[in-house]
């Protein structure tokens, strides 16, 4: 099944499904309070801003690992880390155009041209996916460091987990390999820390 929510999750499991083949991450995104970080992160201006608005969103994002791989409870999971272009997490309207830029401080002019200068000619060939990743990868680095501690978090009660990582929309080899080793290495060091071996499947949506 492609589930996200505890809802759609149970359900499918009580339709005998074998395991959740795609988690949306991007669904998750979109609530009022993780909208206004992932806003702060497209908007910040370097590095130290951009993790800063991260490490708010990493907080949700265990939170939501750990009630999916609990109702997994063993189960394969393949979670799709981020995938849409980030003009899709910026307001259209005038109205919500004021209205964030009042929220995030940021003049109205600042925020338009922002909107502007990523939006797509064609979202879906475009700065997104995995190229987000190599742009910023300290976004999937969020995720998947997410994923990593509610399955250690979960382990530790005796709950068996079976994340599969999903690298979105690799057109070429060296867009997964580099991502892939950049984050394999912070698992490694996210099981050394814990002294825990988590199981774990890491593959690509070409």
Known sequence: MN???????QAGYQFNAKGIGLVRTEHMFFGAERLVEMRRFILASNYDERVEALNKIKTYQ??????IFKLSSGRPTIVRLLDP???EFLPSSEEDINNVSQQ???SSEFLRKRIVDLNEVNPMLGHRGCRLAVTYPELYEMQVEAIIESVIKLQKEGITCLPEIMIPLVSTVEEFTTLKARLVNMITQLENDSHQRVEYLMGTMI
């Open 104 to 106: 995030l401080n940021v």
């Open 62 to 67: 265990i939170e939501d690992f750990e009630a």
């Open 85 to 87: 272009p980030l003009h």
């Open 3 to 9: 589930a996200e929510t505890p809802q759609d999750i």
